[in-house]
């Protein structure tokens, strides 16, 4: 099996450059992203009982609690009037957050597919396992929330904050890298993609700051990621253009020779007639 997807791989490296309908796909998954990350963010509580302001909005300081003071401070005491309405506003919005974690993994993993058919790179095929392994965690997160939160209605501490962190890390590490390689990948494409594939990898460095010290960087994991994703949205779009209406590849045949670790053609001898001056 590992040997047919090896030769399976290496065909396809192989193969010219053609436009690919993985554009198309990644285009609609990344608005479909959008929208709904837009939506999502009306769910979520806006505002904390008293929480600090790195961490930006309340869902992110959920994320990272460590204790029952955390807590309080998001959602409030029991004798704030508020605290069911946040508490409420919290599991919806976890709740449509599996919709959610659909959406941007299927939108990273075909852009990631998509710019291997455009530069043929194992490490973006590689690359696009990131976003669902991201996904996968985020889900084991959801879980450990939504115990977390049943507990702290009941006026109970839940064990499972103890290993909260693991899958909030994880996950948003798995996103940084992901957008590195989105990066990386737009620094091959050409000049104007490079400067912004540039942008996108450096964004990436506040995620490590802001598990290292959630109170204090929590609010740019969101900055940091959208830096990424909407250099990914702009590529979609413009790689469905070009597939859809000028059936061309995003990558031109031309530029293929400056792409890192492909082997190109030597050039054909041209032959010579006739009798050779000296």
Same mark, same amino acid.
């Given at each position: 099996?590992?040997?047919g997807?090896?030769?399976?791989?290496e065909t396809?490296?192989?193969?010219?450059?053609?436009?690919? !309908?993985?554009w198309v796909w990644t285009?609609?998954?990344?608005i479909a992203?959008?929208l709904?990350? =837009?939506h999502?963010g009306?769910?979520?509580?806006a505002?904390?009982? *008293?929480i600090?302001?790195?961490? %930006? @909005?309340p869902?992110? @300081?959920?994320?990272? &609690?460590?204790?029952?003071a955390?807590?309080e401070?998001?959602f409030g005491f029991?004798?704030?009037?508020?605290?069911?309405? !946040?508490l409420?506003?919290?599991?919806t919005?976890?709740e449509? *957050?599996?919709?959610?974690?659909?959406?941007?993994?299927?939108?990273l993993t075909s852009?990631c597919?998509?710019l291997?058919?455009?530069?043929r790179?194992?490490a973006?095929l590689?690359?696009a396992?990131?976003?669902? &392994? &991201? @996904?996968?965690?985020?889900?084991?997160?959801?879980?450990? =929330?939504? *115990?977390i939160?049943?507990a702290f209605?009941? %006026?109970d501490y839940?064990p &499972?904050?103890a290993?909260?962190?693991?899958p909030v890390?994880?996950k948003?590490?798995?996103?940084a890298?992901?957008n590195?390689?989105?990066?990386?990948a737009?620094?091959?494409?050409?000049?104007?993609?490079a400067l912004f594939?540039?942008?996108?990898?450096?964004?990436?460095?506040p995620t490590?700051?802001?598990?290292?010290?959630?109170a204090?960087?929590?609010?740019?994991?969101?900055?940091?990621?959208?830096?990424?994703?909407?250099?990914?949205l702009?590529?979609?779009?413009?790689g469905?253009? !070009?597939?859809?209406?000028?059936?061309?590849?995003l990558?031109?045949p031309? *530029?293929?020779a400056?792409?890192?670790?492909?082997?190109?053609?030597a @050039?054909?001898?041209?032959?010579?007639?006739?009798?050779r001056r000296?």
């Open positions: 099996m590992v040997g997807l090896q030769h399976w791989i396809q490296r192989t193969r010219p450059p053609a436009p690919t !309908r993985a285009l609609a998954f990344g992203t959008l709904f990350g =837009l999502l009306q769910v979520f509580p505002t904390g009982h *008293d600090a302001p790195g961490y %930006g @909005a869902v992110l @300081a959920f994320e990272f &609690a460590g204790g029952q955390d807590l401070a998001i029991y004798t704030d009037p508020d605290q069911v309405t !946040r409420a506003a919290m599991r919005g976890n449509r *957050d599996y919709l959610y974690m659909l959406l941007y993994a299927g939108f852009g597919i998509a291997w058919h455009e530069l790179l194992r973006l590689a690359a396992v990131l976003p669902v &392994a &991201a @996904a996968l965690c985020d889900a084991w997160e959801n879980y450990l =929330l939504f *115990d939160q049943a209605t009941l %006026g839940s &499972a904050m290993s909260l962190l693991y890390a994880a948003f590490l798995l996103l890298a992901t590195v390689m989105i990066g990386a737009a620094t091959q494409i050409g000049r104007w993609w594939g540039t942008i996108a990898i450096l964004a990436a460095i490590v700051m802001a598990i290292i010290t959630p204090a960087f929590a609010w740019a994991l969101i900055p940091s990621a959208a830096g990424g994703w909407l250099l990914l702009a590529l979609a779009a413009a469905s253009w !070009r597939a859809l209406v000028r059936k061309r590849p990558v031109d031309g *530029d293929t400056s792409i890192p670790g492909e082997r190109q053609a @050039a054909p001898v041209r032959p010579v007639f006739g009798r000296t």
